[in-house]
């Protein structure tokens, strides 16, 4: 069974406030590492998909970086703010399936 | 272009009953995958299927079952229904399927309530 940690499982921020989450997962087998932002009562919606190790993204003020030696994914949010509100997922993509973690629930408090 | 699109959003079923479930992935896309979540679950997957074969399957009972059509549309079914499957169940589709580097496209989902 594959394990994908996701940490923090919730996290409360301040509007203007940067902040990241972290990813872990198995380094072997390793097809391509998703980020997808899940808002409330909403489709989640795909942020990125990255392939290699070494790997940086960024959409706006969202980033998001890669280790697959190690296992490990960080997102970033520069200046959160509160419309940034969501449960960020990340997936690990082997072959056969994408395995999600349980998410990171960030709250931006204005 | 239109979204992936599943219906019913929401269904109350009883015990022992059975569900189909349906989702129309983007127009082109071949595969489609569906997900199961749980309170306090992350998406669990069911199985994917790519031109209407089933290629990948997760870690469910046989009680869980899908197919797709020519047009791409998917359907899953649950029979003899538990508790336990009260769930969201969502579908997602993409052009190549999870094997893949292409991202996953989802669904509203269908919110499923056995009692």
Known sequence: ILNVEQSPQSL?????????FTCSFPS?????????RWETAKSPEALFVMTLNGDEKKKGRISATLNTKEGYSYLYIK?????????????FGSARQLTFGSGTQLTVLP | KAGVTQTPRYLIK???QQVT????PISGHRSVSWYQQTPGQGLQFLFEYFSETQRNKGNFPGRFSGRQFSNSRSE?????????DSALYL???SSTGVGSINEQYFG???RLTVT
Not at chain 2, 21 to 24: E, I, Q, R, V, Y
Not at chain 2, 76 to 84: P, Q
């Open chain 1, 79 to 91: 200046g959160s703010q509160p419309e940034d509100s969501a449960t960020y997922l990340c997936a």
């Open chain 2, 108 to 110: 509203p989902g269908t």
């Open chain 2, 76 to 84: 899953m079914n649950v029979s003899t229904l538990e508790l336990g």
């Open chain 2, 91 to 93: 579908c997602a589709s």
């Open chain 1, 12 to 20: 409360h921020v301040q509007e203007g406030d940067s902040t990241n």
């Open chain 2, 14 to 16: 009883t015990r022992g």
């Open chain 2, 21 to 24: 479930l349906s989702c129309s």
């Open chain 1, 28 to 36: 072997s087998n390793f097809y391509a590492l998703h980020w997808y």
